[in-house]
């Protein structure tokens, strides 16, 4: 596609359900990053994958979130039980071949937790 | 944990001033990059300049880069009021491809 894109891209959710959100990135792009951002602050990095593999997931707060990106193309960032403190803008990138290269960020997901 | 940080954090001007916006960082890097956003949604690159270099410019943007003090500035030239947005520097550290972003400057250009 021309860019990467996100769905949905505003997400309501209560206390305490599941969310999945979705993140297609550029084609051809084998590395993949989540990033989550809070109303007044900068992004802050959640997960990167290389391919299909998660190559760095220090950055997932804890075990209630977790993201695959099973066939190397689509990524899904799943969150379990969730919390107000969840709610943020989750903001998804790709580039050509991670490391040094430039990242293209899709327009995110506003993530609302009642 | 917010690596950079970004000074000021606001900054109103009028059309056709420059505006210059400011960037410090902890640790090493392998490039740093500035990113746009509008309206709390996607970012937008605008330029990346590397650990080696000291200046690039696209257009009416020109960023500096002094690893030395560990900072960097993007200089907006003759602005205009489309160029209202928020501002981020990231920085990718040698040891990883993460970017980590500073809290932003938010430019307001007063037509």
């Known amino acids: 596609g021309a860019g990467v894109s996100q769905t949905p891209s505003n997400k309501v959710t209560e206390k305490g359900k599941y969310v999945e959100l979705r993140c297609d990135p550029i084609?051809?792009?084998?590395?993949l990053y989540w990033y989550r951002q809070s109303l007044g602050q900068g992004p802050e990095f959640l997960i990167y994958?290389?391919?299909?593999?998660?190559?760095?997931d220090s950055g997932l707060p804890n075990d209630r979130f977790f993201a695959v990106r099973p066939e190397g193309s689509v990524s899904t960032l799943k969150i379990q039980r969730t919390e107000r403190g969840d709610s943020a803008v989750y903001l998804c990138?790709?580039?050509?071949?991670?490391?040094?290269?430039?990242?293209?960020f899709g327009p995110g997901t506003r993530l609302t937790v009642l | 944990s917010q690596q950079g940080e970004e000074d000021p954090q606001a900054l109103s001007i009028q059309e056709g001033e420059n505006a210059t916006m400011n960037c410090s960082y902890k640790?090493?890097?392998?490039?740093l990059q500035w990113y746009r956003q509008n309206s709390g949604r996607g970012l937008v690159h605008l330029i990346l300049?590397?650990?080696?270099?000291r200046e690039k410019h696209s257009g009416r943007l020109r960023v500096t880069l002094d690893t030395s003090k560990k900072s960097s500035s993007l200089l907006i030239t003759a602005s205009r009021a489309a160029d209202t947005a928020s501002y981020f520097c990231?920085?990718?550290?040698?040891?990883?491809?993460?970017?980590?972003f500073g809290e932003g400057t938010q430019l307001t250009v007063n037509p």
């Open positions: 990138a790709s580039s050509l071949s991670g490391g040094r290269s430039e990242q293209f």
């Open positions: 084609s051809g792009h084998t590395a």
């Open positions: 994958f290389q391919g299909t593999g998660a190559a760095d």
């Open positions: 640790t090493s890097i392998n490039n």
């Open positions: 300049i590397r650990s080696n270099e």
């Open positions: 990231a920085t990718d550290a040698t040891s990883g491809s993460r970017l980590t």
